[in-house]
Structures are given as C-alpha cells and as structure tokens.
C-alpha cells in the first residue's frame, strides 16, 4: 500500500513511522512492529506507530527514518509488514547457552548497526551477554564484526594508546600521558568517549581547553604533525554497534566483561592501532574489586589482542578513591594543566600518568625496559610535556586557554567538613559520582568536586574536605540536600586504643 | 511545570506523554524517560516522547495513560522526571545470578503490573529468568505476586482444574475433559488463554460456540449451577503481571520454564483452584523435548503447588504429532463436539480427553484408583457429556450451534497430498502451526488443518494427508505458496528392505 509523506519532528532512540490505524490494519501491522518502507530502490526497516492523529493514506516518519532513508516530505512510500530479522534466532541461541559462530556474531552486529531490532530483542542480546557471556573467539568475532560495520582509520606507521576502563572518578592521566608518550617520538592519535555515567571522560575535559570533534582526516593531519591528539571517538563513525549497544546497558546499569573487551578494541582497532595500553582501575567501588578479576580480565585482552594483532599490555592501578584530587571537566583539566607548568598538585595523577607513558615508551623501544620512567618524568619536569600539550590543543582547535588558572570554574560552591578529629579512612568513589552528576558534570563543565582530604589525611574539626562547584544555584543547592543522605567519607579518630570506640586501620595511599 | 492535557489516540504498550522539545528540556525530561505526572492527588508514572507537533505548554498523552489516571482533555496536569525503580537493582541482582528475596520479587512484579518499568529493563528480566532461572522458593513468591496484584476468586467448597502447559497443536482435550469432569459431580471453572503463537488456545475454540468473556461473578454462578465452565482467563484480571511479561517473551520467541510454572499456578490459584492436573506434552516439537524435562518440570510444579495449598498432579501425554485430527478453532470445536455425539472421530483426542478426566475424578474421590477411566468413558458414551456440554454453553451464552454440521468452516479448501505410496512416519507440529496461523487462524475461526493421514497411517499416491480452510482466498493462496517451502510431512516407502533405499521404523499411534 502507498502512503503521503509527512516528516515530523518526532525524537525516538529508533525510526519510526505512524499510521492511521485502519491503514495498519489493512496492511496487517500492529504497534511497535517492524516494518519495511520502500521508496524508489530504498528498503528500510522502521518501527510502526498507529494513531488517529494521522489521517488516511499518510505516513509520518521521523527526521531520523527520513534522514537515514533520504526519504522527504510530500513523497510516496510503500509499506510492508517486515520480516523478522534471522538474528533474533541467534539472540536465543545465545540464551540458551550455546556458543555463536562468526556468521551469526555478524548477523546480530549487522542487525543492531542497521537498527532492525527493538529494545526487547537488543536487551535480550545484551542480558544474555551479561548472563552467560562469550568467549575469547566469539569476542574477536564480536570485534571484527563492529569494525567492519563503521568507519576505519589507517596509518602508514605504528600507532600507540592508551585506554582505562573507568569506574573511578577524576581519571584525568591521560592529558598528562598523551603529550608525554608524544614527546618521546611515538604517535599517539588516542580517542576517547564522553562520560556516560561518570561525572567526566577524557573528551569531557579535554572539551574546556580545544575542539574534541575531530574526524578522521583531521586526526591523521594533527598525528602527522605534533605526534598526538586527545578528541571524542564519538565524532566519527568508529564501531557503531557501540553506541547502540551502550543505550541498552544503560538503564539496566550493566556493563558485561565481553562487551566491554569488544567495544574498547573494536574503537581501538577501527583506529589503526596496534600499540595499546589498557589501564584497569581496581576497588571496591569501581568495576573491578579484585586482584583476581583484574588479572583474568586483562589475560582476556591481551588474548584477545593476539587474535586482532593488536599488542596488549595491562595496567592494574589503584581505584580505591578518586585519582588526584579534581573531579569534573574544568577542575580536572585545571588539575592537570598545573601538573604540566610544574605547579604542586595531586602526587597520584602525576605518579599514574608517569608509569602509563613509562610503559607505552618501552613498549615502543624509546627506552629500555625499566627506564622509561625517568625519561617520562624528565619530559613532564622539562617541560616539554607542556609544550607538547599546547601543540596538541591547538592543532585541534584552542578554546584560548593557556594556563591553568584561566580555566572557569562554577561559580556557586560549597564545602563538606568534618564532624570531627580524626583520619580520613574512606572516600565513596560512587557518592563522589552522585554528587558531581548532580551538581551538573559533565554538561556544565564548571560543576565538580575538590578532594581537599584523602584517604591517610590528617583532618581537624570544621576543615573542609570536599569542596562542590556548579554552574547553577539550584543544582548547587540541591546537591547539598542530596550529600546529607549520602556516605561520602568516613573519618576515624586518632586515638587508636580508645576503648569503646570504633576504629580503622589508616591506610595511606600516595594522594 | 504545569501542562495542558490533551488525550490522542495514540496505541503503545506503555502510558505515554508526549511533550515540546523546549518544554522537555526545561524539565530535565529526555526521550522514553520515565516521569510522573501529577493531577489532583493521582500521581501515574508514564513514559516521554519529545516533538514539535505539541505546542509549549501542552502535554498530548495516549488514552492508555487517561484511562488508567481519569485524567480527561483540557485538564491541567504537572509533570516531573521520574525516579528510577528500586526493582531494576533486583532484575541486576538477578543477572548477576543471585537469588532474590520475597520483598525483591513482590518490588518487581509490582513495577511490571503498574507498568513502571520500559522494554529494556522488563526484557532484562525475562532474559536473566531465562539465563539465570529461579529456584522453587524464587517461584512460590513470583506466584503469591502475582495474584495479589489482580482479582481473585473465592469458592466456598473444593474446584479442580486442568492445564496443557501447551506446545502441541490441535489440543481440544478440554472440551470434552470438562463435561466428563462436571458430570461426575465436581467443579471445574476452568479458564484458559487465548493463542499467542499456537493456531488455537482452548479459549478460541470454545469461543466458536458460546461465549467466553466471563466475569468472576458470571463464573462463579455457572459452576454453581452446572458445575463447569470453559472460558477466556483474559476478560478477568487474573494475575495481570503475566500478559506483560508474555508481550516481552513473544518477540524473543523464548518461554522460560519458572515463568511458565508462576505463570499458570498464578492464574489457577487466583481462580480459586485447589485441585489442579498438569497436561505436559512430550516430543521434539513440543516445549519439552524428552523424558528427563518432562519430569523435572512435572516435580517443580507439584512442589510449588505444595507450597500454594495447590494439590498437583501432572501427565505427561504424547505430543509427537498433531492431537485428533483438527487444527483451528472451528474445526476443533466440530471435532470435539463429534466426539462427544458419539460420531467416530479421532481416537487420540478422545483416550487423552478420558484419561485426563479420570485423573481428575480419581483426585476428587468420585472414582476410586484405576476406576475414573471407566466412569469418564461411560460419561462421554452415554451423551452426558453432551448434555453438560450443551448446558455449558448456555449457561455462558450459546452462538447459536448445538451440532457439530453446524460449525461454519472456512469455504477456500485445498488439499496437500503424497508424492507416493507409503505410510507417514513424520508429521511436523511446527510446519502446522505456521501453516493454520498463515490460514487466519485464530483470528479467521473457519481457519484451520484437517489432518487426514497421521504416523503410521497408509497412504497413496496423490491421496490426501492435510485439507487447508481459509476463510480468505489470499490467505489460502499465500498458504499454498509457504507450504512448498516448508517440511511438512514424511513418506516412507514401504519395501521395508529394498537396497539402496532410505527406510525408517514406522511407528504407530493411536490417532
């Protein structure tokens, strides 16, 4: 049957068409199913809306089937009820616990690339990853496939990175890292995500000092000519599937070990590199909690890396509380930009961004094993890191800062103290979070958190420990209220032996 | 923010509203977020879509979300971002594959049944009921929440019931079962579904004949007065939870056995059931594929129904092929009413009808152990069960028909016969199925399958084994057209020893 093209602003995660209901009955489809709109040689698959809002003989479709289609307003379509796709098959093969084949890892990433699944089917693909997981083969699979399906960087040259897997506020190494493992002669083109439950990723921070949406072209140039970049993988089409995949996880608060193996080297391997560094936080509080975890997920992808000629070595680093002390966009680039002028700041950024460059430069041979540390350090104490750093910001695009106290800041702030005396012994790497998202991280770039006290710290009475900025009074405002339900730090008094009294061993970390 | 509400006739599963873009954004609301919206002291959790049809200040919402909140067009309404559920940390906890307590599960099928939950996170859970499964304990809580979240029915005396978890076509047992059981002195107020991938529940076909849109109190009348009924659970709201959940295991085409078990003891315990037979119908099309399945899932529902009050028994019954000879709701409904006028017809329908019914009068003490196959045979050769059948149905609310060459069926025809002589030693239930639903069946009453020739039976060349009914020309052209594609039935031939020939052991049944 044919239909009158009507385009609507109509925000939906799919593409969708609505029909009046007497049409979808004539042509058999029901709400929310799949169906196929064809326009001269274009098929496409959208998901079906009735109502009475539409009249007779017209079909609305929303920007995203008209911009994915090329179909336009006031054109004739053909709608069909659609098949279902063979993937879904392969989903339940899945659940019921058998291993998939190439073919059919390749049928469901193509499926959710072309967007021919709704979110009962997608969730069942990414539960059932969470559930019963993939192996290292179907994992490469996995990769190869999501590469396949977007758009590829290639490089004439080795090409070197470095990746963490999250899970700790403040992660910010990497704008030390990157210009350090770029001064040492290697190339560095590293992307990275925004944040999508933390309160800043690297391209969030990055994001207060240059441009971070960079396409391929442009990348390729600026690692030609200054050695390094720093932008949002998001800008270009690498691994596609990611994305899709991510919304689903989203809302169920998941993050399965075989999609997260996938998706960073799919990213990785659609930009040409074969180099690559994986950092894995390791705490309580972050996605790893222990050692042994730790040490089999990154068996998996050096294992897996093998497969995908990709050189894999792992870092497991401390995640016990936020890495340095700033956490949110403008105070972590703040954070950083100081360690780079040589001004005193966190110890622990400054130690964990040394001995990540430490071991890409050995791994490429700018030094030997065990004396990379010295010439990364002697890069960041020269000065060249900063230097380096500039170059980087402005190849792709300054924001006009140079220093780091020309960095804004939120402007509405706020200090958490303590009740008492004592040492601080824990700091909630995920009220850190809460708090920071709430006070507005990572859209208002000024809105974050300083961590005044960390664990190990002395802390009297009324001194602050956290202090909260934001951009907005009421989001300042309301994040206050949320901190007073929150466990956000513990301190223990300092008389050890006090009887009656609960006590902690103080642990200090290099803060 | 306060809204102008506008009710349009928009069909989706969820409660939705939708909004201005700008407005959306003012309230922090994005696409498919769930939000709240609030009139008078009604406060109803729904669902936002964002576009420029709406104008600033207007809120549109589907007659769903009006019906189920009273509130009506021109009304004023505000709208807030929702919190997230606390169920969704169950279903995660689930995935995670541990067991969830009494006060987890009433959290999320109360969330299911108040539909607070999106596709993603209700698919989640069904996926990790797959993966993951729920133990006896997990299953007696899913029971017990379900049914206090629907409508129940109390009867003051002792009622028996009888289920087919299903998976068989042609399954019209029940239309003979229950006059043989009401007969014999019990009540059997037994409720059934409607198809949702089968050709044919119990419900479509009754509905051939009489009506089955029961109300609790309609049911309780008519049990008192005839002893049984045979209607639709559907038009009660009987442990709503399942419908929802049965709409996200559809697409995936997956029937998790814990959801299977909660599923059908909720309904019988909300009915008032106490005596409950279990029909599970063994063979490789079926659910449950061998003997092993057939009497774990047999011990879990006698357990659980221990736990309920619930006295459970089960039979495991030949599913191999097609039950009887029909498929289809009137051509069921003719057959089941052949029988029960004492008109040859087929042998299986009426040993598995009589074999159920005698478990039942056994369990009710009516016939003592090993002698209920004897009384429920004199019951159905005598016309009694005629007589109650025909009670039955007027006390529901006859359509009209009181004999079996009555039964209108569907007046395109067309028969698929052999390619040789032989005898069938395959018929696919699958094949079936999707040829009767490819007829109009169960929407098409007059769709169906006659099935000439069963396993074992002798056949010849050009005879015919299957006659199709449509009571659409295209749907029977269409049928005819799929039936080429698709492994329907086996002939083997029956030079049992000739050399060079592939023979098989021809088994007999009694159809």
Redesign the interface.
């Known amino acids: 049957m044919d239909f009158k093209v009507k385009v ?6 799919k593409r969708i068409a ?1 029909l009046n ?1 007497n049409d979808a009955i004539n042509i058999g489809v029901g ?2 199913q799949r169906i196929t709109v064809g326009h001269n040689s274009i098929n496409i698959t959208a998901f079906a ?5 539409v009249g007779n003989g017209e079909i609305w479709i929303n920007q995203r089937l008209s911009n994915d289609s090329g179909i336009e307003i006031g054109e004739n379509v053909s709608v069909f009820s659609a098949p279902q796709p063979q993937s ?2 392969y ?2 093969k899945k ?3 058998n291993k998939l084949t190439k073919e059919e890892i390749d049928a469901i990433v193509n499926d959710i690339v072309m967007e021919n699944l ?7 693909y ?3 990853i ?3 997981g993939l192996d290292n083969e179907e994992i490469t699979n996995m990769v190869n496939a999501m590469v396949n399906t977007g758009e590829t960087i290639k490089f004439d040259h080795d090409v070197y990175d470095v990746h963490s897997i999250g899970g700790i506020p403040g992660n910010k190494y990497a704008l030390l890292t990157v210009p350090i493992v770029a001064s040492s002669g290697l190339k560095i083109p590293k992307t990275s995500s925004r944040a999508i439950s933390s309160p800043a990723g690297t391209a969030d921070v990055m994001e207060v000092l240059a441009r971070v949406d960079l396409k391929a072209n442009e990348i390729k140039r600026i690692v030609e000519e200054v050695g390094g970049t720093l932008t949002w993988g998001g800008a270009m089409n690498l691994a596609p599937a990611d994305d899709k995949i991510i919304r ?1 996880e989203h ?4 993050d399965p070990f075989p999609q997260v193996i996938a998706s960073v080297l799919a990213k990785k391997k659609a930009t040409g590199i074969n180099y690559l560094l994986i950092d894995i936080p390791m705490g309580s509080e972050t996605k790893v909690q222990d050692e042994e975890m730790a040490r089999d997920l990154a068996g998996r992808f050096i294992e897996i890396g093998n497969r995908l000629k990709i050189h894999v070595e792992c870092a497991i680093t401390y995640g016990g509380q936020p890495l340095g002390r700033a956490v949110g966009p403008a105070l972590e680039a703040m954070e950083a930009m100081k360690a780079l002028e040589g001004t005193p700041t966190s110890n622990s950024m400054i130690v964990k961004a040394i001995e990540l460059a430490s071991m890409i430069i050995e791994m490429g041979g700018v030094a030997e094993f065990n004396r990379g540390k010295d010439l990364a350090r002697h890069i960041l104490t020269s000065g060249k890191a900063r230097e380096k750093f500039l170059e980087i910001i402005n190849a792709q695009g300054s924001k006009g800062i140079e220093k780091s106290d020309e960095i804004p800041l939120g402007e509405y702030q706020h200090d958490l103290t303590s009740t008492m005396d004592g040492y601080i012994s824990y700091i909630s790497n995920r009220s850190i979070v809460l708090l920071a998202r709430s006070l507005g991280a990572p859209q208002d770039k000024g809105a974050g958190i300083w961590v005044y006290k960390k664990i190990g710290d002395k802390v009297e009475r009324n001194e602050t420990v956290l202090k909260l900025y934001a951009e907005k009074k009421d989001k300042l405002e309301n994040t206050v209220r949320l901190s007073r339900k929150l466990r956000i730090f513990d301190v223990e008094g300092m008389v050890l032996e006090s009887i009656g009294k609960k006590t902690k061993k103080v642990i200090r970390d290099e803060s």
Chains 1, 2 share one sequence.
């Not at 609507?8 to 995660?13: A, C, L, R």
């Not at 709704?118 to 069942?124: A, M, Q, T, V």
Request: charged share 20%.
């Open positions: 609507v602003n109509f925000e939906h995660p609505i209901k709400t929310e809306y009735l109502s009475d809002i879904i098959e989903i339940k659940m019921y616990g709704n979110d009962i089917e997608l969730s069942g990414v539960s059932s969470q559930t019963i689903i809302p169920l608060g998941i």
